[in-house]
């Protein structure tokens, strides 16, 4: 049963407060705020200066617009902001449809990995999310995260195409009342710490940052790292205070995030192909008019590939300056040596319905 706009509304206030204190407390210098144009008004560091009001009435009166809410953890100027959120929000307006797309950046409504369980209770419309994050709803999911599971993002987006990939978003549906509208690209994974990492053995006796899922502290093992759980929001002041040696992330994380000031190499293992999920709670699909649900649908399948393709560019443009001014030491690591310890790993640990998904992306491998 969908909530009341006053009941959701009243639960984005206290996430949105709550959130925005924790940020205040630990999270790197905020970053110059981007473009959101149309639903969104932001504030510096990505936030927005009424985040008390996310959306209007849930059940609008025939011929006025229906405001959703979409959430993400980026800074405004990541891709995932300038070629993403604000491209649907834009893209959505000029359909004409009687929708708006009102934008919250930079956990501006909670945590990444909290975000997912308002998803499912329709506190938050849209929201942006890791399958790591979704598996504490619905735990095959989490595979998809696994160290080398994907090739590139070719290897991705065929997967989602095929009959084995349809089954997997209806059953994150059945089990979690989410719907995932498409998969994006995040940016292919690297690590950075203040030493090379060449191979599975430079990790010894460094303390690696990863997020606090079951499948990345699984994917440490993997790879024959000593894991710390840091929260997203609070990764650059934990390399900086030394509470972790290095971390992982894509390029456009590191960028917008500074890391480059409180880490000096760069190791372009590209462990994971970086997967999100445009997810919406069901309920609040359900309500929209069929136009209104086509319009949503093809408009996150449209920006996928100009987010893909701005994302991709900032990867190879940044590496680029990078190595040109020496912000960082980039390092070119034996893949074979980290490929073979991941592969091994999970072929031997896996089990059940998580290894069967796991040697069906693998075998659609090229």
Not at 124 to 134: A, K, N, V
Not at 238 to 261: F, K, Y
């Amino acid at each position: 049963m969908r909530r009341s706009s006053t009941t959701r509304g009243a639960a984005i206030v206290a996430v949105a407060t709550l959130a925005l204190a924790a940020c205040s407390n630990g999270s790197p210098d905020p970053a110059p705020t981007g473009g959101a144009t149309g639903g969104t008004t932001e504030a510096p560091g990505g936030g927005t200066t009424d985040p008390t009001t996310p959306s209007e009435e849930t059940d609008a009166p025939e011929g006025e617009a229906v405001t959703l809410s979409l959430a993400h953890s980026y800074a405004t100027n990541h891709p995932h902001h300038t070629c993403g959120a604000v491209l649907v929000q834009e893209q959505v307006a000029e359909a004409n449809v009687g929708l708006e797309i009102e934008i919250f950046p930079d956990s501006s409504l909670g945590g990444h990995a909290d975000r997912f369980a308002l998803v499912v209770s329709g506190d938050i419309d849209i929201d942006i999310q890791g399958p790591s994050e979704m598996s504490s709803t619905y735990a095959p999911v989490g595979i998809l995260d696994a160290a080398y599971a994907f090739d590139g993002p070719d290897h991705l987006f065929g997967f989602y195409d095929t009959e084995v990939g349809e089954e997997l978003k209806a059953n994150i549906l059945d089990a979690t009342g989410a719907r995932v509208l498409t998969p994006w690209y995040f940016g292919m994974r690297h690590f950075t710490a203040n030493v090379p990492l060449n191979t599975p053995e430079d990790f010894q006796g460094l303390r690696m940052r990863f997020p606090n899922t079951p499948q990345y502290l699984q994917n440490a093992e993997a790879l024959g790292a000593s894991p710390v759980a840091v929260a997203f929001e609070e990764l650059y002041i934990s390399l900086q205070q030394g509470v972790v040696d290095g971390q992982e992330n894509p390029i456009p994380n590191i960028a917008t995030m500074n890391l480059p000031e409180v880490q000096s190499h760069l190791s372009l293992t590209g462990h994971m192909v970086g997967i999100h999920m445009i997810v919406m709670n069901e309920d609040r699909w359900s309500s929209l008019s069929a136009d209104q649900q086509e319009t949503l649908q093809t408009v996150f399948e449209d920006v996928r590939d100009q987010n893909r393709e701005c994302i991709e560019q900032s990867e190879t443009e940044t590496v680029e300056q990078w190595r040109a001014e020496g912000t960082m030491e980039v390092i070119e690591p034996d893949l074979a040596s980290f490929r073979e310890s991941a592969e091994e790993f999970f072929t031997n640990e896996l089990e059940g319905d998580t290894l069967e998904l796991y040697q069906a992306i693998r075998d659609q491998a090229s």
